[in-house]
């Protein structure tokens, strides 16, 4: 069909071969390094399930081969984000987005707030009005974090209900989380949990007790989806700052501080 004789370019490296090698092949493989002492084997893999037999596999059957470990002990298996339609996302397509992109346009809390609205193993269709959806929903959150601060100011040191409320808040608990991690059911204990507190924020006088008591608990419970409350920004420089003592603590093998600052 091309008129000639082809012949297979003998450079060429498979896709699926050279991606099962990179757990221990960027690492310094064969050389026993410090790298491949402290990355590998790791602990948790987290991927698609569209891409379990073609990488997942060859990475576990490979790591086997040429280290006599796994890879890693683990493998969460995520659905994955589609387009408006329900098409998956890609190149070819040209219906994809870039993450590094999107929190340029806005809050990187406005992005994990509309990931967590969906359980981690179904499918989550990506859209504008979805993300403006997620962006009025955070604002309410971060809201009732403003009015309690601000009713902090002028609350009472002790009230006579203030155990009796504090128990009301106590057993609306985010149990639903622990069921596979089920974020969404979390994000519905969350919005419960705010509607409760706006009732108490509505009364003439606050419990200071109470108030700080919700605002730890609200700390933790919206850390679950890493949202945390409104502060000033960092500076570029202090942005740049971190960037740099990060890279020095990779040049000087230093992992844990290298993970940390990430």
């Known amino acids: 069909k091309c008129g000639k004789p082809m012949r297979q370019d003998p450079d060429t490296l498979d896709t699926w071969f050279s991606s099962a090698l990179w757990p221990f092949s960027t690492l310094g493989w064969p050389d026993k390094t410090e790298e491949m002492d402290y990355f590998y084997p790791t602990n948790t893999l987290v991927t698609g399930y569209d891409i379990i037999p073609f990488w997942v596999m060859r990475m576990m059957f490979s790591g086997l081969e ?14 994955l984000v589609r387009d408006s339609q329900g098409r998956k996302m890609s190149k070819s397509l040209g219906n994809f987005v870039l993450v590094h992109d999107l929190i340029q346009q806005l809050d990187p809390q406005v992005l994990r707030f509309f990931l967590a609205s969906a359980h981690y193993r179904r499918p989550l269709k990506f859209s504008e009005a979805a993300l403006q959806e997620a962006a009025v929903n955070l604002e309410k959150v971060q809201t009732t974090f403003k009015n309690a601060r601000y009713r902090l100011e002028t609350a009472v040191d002790a009230l006579p209900e203030a155990a009796e409320r504090l128990a009301k808040f106590e057993a609306i608990e985010a149990e639903e989380m622990d069921d ?18 706006n009732v108490y924020l509505e009364q003439e006088v606050v419990s200071a007790a109470v108030l700080e008591a919700l605002l730890e608990k609200a700390a933790v419970l919206c850390g ?7 502060q000033e920004a960092l500076l570029d420089d202090d942005i740049q700052a971190l960037i740099d003592e990060r890279l020095e603590a990779r040049k000087a093998k230093n992992f844990a501080r290298s993970d940390e600052i990430r």
């Open 180 to 197: 596979d991690f089920n974020a969404a059911n979390g994000m519905t204990v969350l919005y419960q949990w705010l509607k409760e507190w």
């Open 224 to 230: 679950i989806f890493g949202i945390v409350e409104k």
């Open 66 to 79: 040429h280290t006599g470990q796994v890879p890693f002990d683990t493998v969460l298996i995520h659905g």
